[in-house]
């Protein structure tokens, strides 16, 4: 086990690990640290904790020191220079007749680089650019090509729930989501509801994943015919998977009336659930398929941050 605690940097959003050594430091604190890219200046996102050996990418760097009045001020000047840098960017952007977006620009805590975000349909070559900047800022440069979900997890924004994005806020890293996750969830499939800012399937779809899937599996699925506890037959006509509540379409006297009962109080063989698919519209196959195009390109985002 090892003693470690966890960094997440502005603009890259994936937690790092360090040695906090001897230091005294909390959630929310600022420490200078030494990273592939330099001196950097982060933000502490836990108390220390021990982790096992093999979780920790080796070697374990330390902390260098919490972040003084001094370093608190310089990351201050930094981002006062980042806006200036963005504006001169967009300017050399349009010089060269570039297709590209720019998204941010990043100065290292030590200034030894300046880092250019943006997002274009293919490949740039933007070597001319580089070399206009570099004659600017007399230091490195460097142009990093990035995704949608990326250029999302950097600007931030509010989601449909009415709380800061989930990319922005707290999640480090992308996770994988799929049409499946939707269908599980019993969620509309029009893209407009279940894609995010961003314009990929929302990244929400994921977290309540596994509790969806233990429930549905207690559950009959619609269609299903089952047997009540008061002695009932009849068959499933809607089912509340949080509450694991079950209507049924039973027949009383010659007549149809649909009762609610507690999963509890039926008996059943659960079938193999029905693909949503099955008895879709014309305009609903249509939306199915824009679906599978951002699940596609889900896919490639994937790709490319690898």
Do not use: W
Not at 5 to 26: E, H, S
Not at 54 to 81: F, G, I, S
Not at 204 to 212: G, I, W
Not at 244 to 257: F, G, P, R, S
């Amino acid at each position: 086990m090892v003693k470690v605690i966890g960094v997440r940097f502005r603009t890259a959003g994936k937690i790092y690990f360090f040695d906090p050594l001897k230091f005294n430091v909390k959630r929310g604190d600022h420490v200078i640290v030494e990273t592939a890219r330099g001196v950097e200046y982060g933000t502490v996102v836990g108390d220390p904790k021990e982790v096992e050996d093999d979780k920790v990418v080796a070697p374990l760097k330390p902390v260098l020191r919490v972040a003084t009045q001094r370093d608190m001020e310089q990351e201050a000047a930094n981002k006062v220079k980042e806006k200036e840098a963005f504006k001169i960017c967009l300017e050399k952007i349009r010089k060269h007749k570039l297709d590209m977006k720019l998204i941010d620009a990043e100065y290292t805590f030590d200034n030894n680089k300046v880092l250019f975000y943006f997002t274009a349909d293919g490949r740039i070559d933007f070597r001319e650019l580089v070399k206009d900047l570099a004659s600017v800022f007399k230091t490195r440069i460097e142009l990093r090509q990035i995704g949608v979900r990326d250029e999302t997890k950097i600007l931030g924004g509010i989601g449909i729930c009415g709380r800061p994005l989930c990319c922005h806020s707290h999640l480090s890293e992308f996770v994988p989501v799929s049409i499946k996750m939707a269908k599980e969830q019993n969620l509309s499939l029009n893209p407009t509801k279940i894609s995010g800012v961003c314009g990929r399937l929302m990244c929400c779809l994921k977290h309540e994943e596994e509790t969806y899937e233990y429930l549905n599996k207690k559950l009959p699925n619609v269609g299903d015919y089952v047997t009540t506890d008061d002695g009932f037959k009849g068959e499933v006509h809607s089912v509340n998977v949080l509450r694991q509540l079950v209507k049924v379409l039973i027949e009383n006297n010659d007549e149809k009336e649909i009762k609610e009962y507690k999963v509890e109080q039926l008996k059943f063989k659960k079938r193999h659930r029905k693909d949503k698919q099955d008895g879709m519209s014309d305009a609903e196959l249509k939306e199915l398929k824009e679906l599978e195009k951002l699940e596609k390109q889900e896919g490639r985002s994937k790709l490319d941050d690898n």
